[in-house]
Nanobody, 116 residues
């Protein structure tokens, strides 16, 4: 009975920065990976970035050099620092938690809107 909660979305100007946070809580869980996905209007949900238990990270090509993912393992918390935001970053961003049982848990999403 894990609850996944995201926060930090909002409206920003192009070129600005925003930090998203996600925390898994409510029961004992051992995430093997956590990450962020996003879904823009009219588009498929896509991977943004992930970090695994050992600290390895992956980024979508579109965000490399602009976004940084970090994880606080003891707190089951992951962050996404987003810099140099562009209008095409506008999407609902979802936190994903993969448990030791290979179950994927999802947050409700947080809206990021980047104005031109």
């Amino acid at each position: 009975q894990v609850q996944v909660e995201e926060s930090g979305g909002g409206l920003v100007q192009a070129g600005g920065s925003l930090t998203l946070s996600c925390t898994a809580s409510g029961s004992i869980v051992t995430p093997v990976a956590m990450g962020w996905y996003r879904q823009a209007p009219g588009k498929q949900r896509e991977l943004v970035s992930t970090v695994n238990r050992g600290g390895g990270v992956n980024y979508a090509d579109s965000v490399k050099g602009r976004f940084t993912i970090t994880r606080a393992n003891a707190m089951n918390t992951v962050y996404l620092q987003m810099n140099s935001l562009r209008p095409d970053d506008t999407a609902v961003y979802y936190c994903n938690v993969r448990t030791q049982w290979n179950e994927d848990l999802w947050g409700q999403g947080t809206q990021v809107t980047v104005s031109s």
